[in-house]
């Protein structure tokens, strides 16, 4: 098939979660035999230069180049309206005109489109299969951002939420069929009764690359992997500093924590002055800095879809200790292959449970990989994809036939 893939982050590097799993859908689709035609965004020149890797796993690509303070008047000019502000971030007049160009072109059998916010290119296509691929339904996480923002600016996550799941709703009405990665996520869709099919594939990990080591861990470390700029990753790391360690402390003294991000805000960077506590910033290599740690935490209190680091902590073979509400994205059971928490004490009990138990540490660390092997492996995640496509060319087809 001719495919033609837009997404609102350019897919590759893989180098983040949403560009991970756009990556391996192009991936999947040039390796099954299809004929892909890429078409995205870049935010700068190194950005640009970044991307030129897709060459070699599609059949064309279309980038465009934008302007970030141009991106934020948009998303400003917006405000006033009943047009999400993060629509606006994500849109660009050359990209449309692009996208435009590349459907005169080519006779596309399909379009797949990657996260709501790249759907606005191909609203008004009619007479072609799409399928929208939520990946989380974004709209969730702005409305849950409301009870960790004070005044006024919690007014402004709540205007933005609400006017963003208006507009999924009426997004997904205009495509064939959609999805997410997570059963979760496709619940709070189907929960918007827009009558329209929806279907599931996961997210998956490399676990060739992220894999268990001879290395010798470093006894009571604790670690945390994630980009420091994204909101939900510095809440929970700062409550978890100042809330959890100390109860871990005063029965392990010499407990250590790293925290491995790329951006750190100054909240986060400020954690440094903790007593064994190490704010990495960006890293080489994670795996090098996460095998020195004996168990994973991810502590998180907004957490929608699947969180990549719980994968890649499990996939390396270390016990992951998570929130209940992050656990939700991952295929797997609390208490058999990753723990679970809500409260500080929680969180501390199980942290210290794995610190005084050698075989509860090793118990986890192969429950762990060996879940992420049998449930979050990308071929397996793909072939769903792949049946997805299929189901989104047979709904076109009913559509037509009834219509």
Not at 60 to 77: H, P
Not at 285 to 299: F, G, K, L, S, Y
Request: charged share 25%; glycine share 6%; aromatic share 10%.
């Amino acid at each position: 098939m001719k495919i033609l893939f837009l997404s609102h982050r350019f897919p590759y590097p893989p180098t983040r979660g949403d560009k991970i799993r756009s990556f391996n859908m192009v991936k999947y689709l040039h390796e099954t035999g299809h004929e892909v035609v890429v078409a995205s965004l870049s935010r700068s020149a190194e950005e640009t230069g970044q991307c030129q890797g897709i060459k070699d796993y599609c059949h064309e690509f279309v980038l465009c180049e934008i302007n970030e303070t141009v991106q934020n008047i948009r998303m400003v000019s917006r405000l006033l309206s009943s047009d999400p502000s993060s629509m606006g971030y994500f849109y660009s007049g050359e990209l449309q005109k692009e996208v435009n160009i590349l459907l005169k072109k080519y006779d596309f059998d399909i379009v797949v489109v990657f996260s709501s916010s790249a759907a606005q290119y191909v609203e008004h296509v009619t007479d072609i299969p799409k399928m929208l691929d939520f990946c989380d339904m974004d709209s969730q996480k702005w409305l849950a951002y409301v009870d960790y923002k004070k005044w006024p600016i919690s007014k402004g996550y709540a205007l933005e939420g609400r006017k963003l799941e208006a507009d999924e709703k009426r997004l997904a009405k205009l495509f064939d069929l959609c999805t997410c990665a997570t059963d979760f996520e496709v619940e709070t869709l189907e929960q918007y009764k827009t009558g329209v099919a929806t279907g599931y594939f996961p997210n998956g990990v490399d676990s060739e690359f992220f894999k268990p080591t001879e290395a010798q861990y470093l006894k009571n470390r604790i670690c945390f992997v994630g980009r420091m700029d994204y909101y939900p990753n510095e809440v929970c790391i700062v409550n978890f500093c100042h809330d959890v360690l100390p109860i871990i402390r005063e029965k392990y003294p010499d407990v250590t924590f790293k925290i491995i991000g790329a951006a750190p805000p100054m909240s986060v960077m400020a954690l440094n002055e903790l007593p064994g506590v190490t704010v990495t910033g960006t890293v080489d290599d994670i795996r090098d800095h996460v095998h020195t740690a004996e168990v994973m935490v991810a502590p998180l209190v907004i957490a929608r879809g699947t969180q990549n680091k719980i994968l890649e902590g499990m996939a390396m073979g270390l016990p992951v200790i998570s929130s209940h509400l992050a656990a939700r994205g991952v295929d797997a059971v609390i208490g058999e292959h990753i723990l679970g928490a809500t409260t500080p004490e929680e969180y501390a009990n199980e942290i210290m449970s794995i610190f005084s138990d050698v075989q509860r540490r090793n118990k986890f660390a192969v429950a762990s990989r060996e879940r992420v092997l049998s449930h979050h492996n990308w071929p397996h995640a793909m072939e769903l994809l792949g049946e997805n496509i299929e189901k989104t060319v047979l709904e076109f087809n009913k559509k037509k036939k009834a219509g």
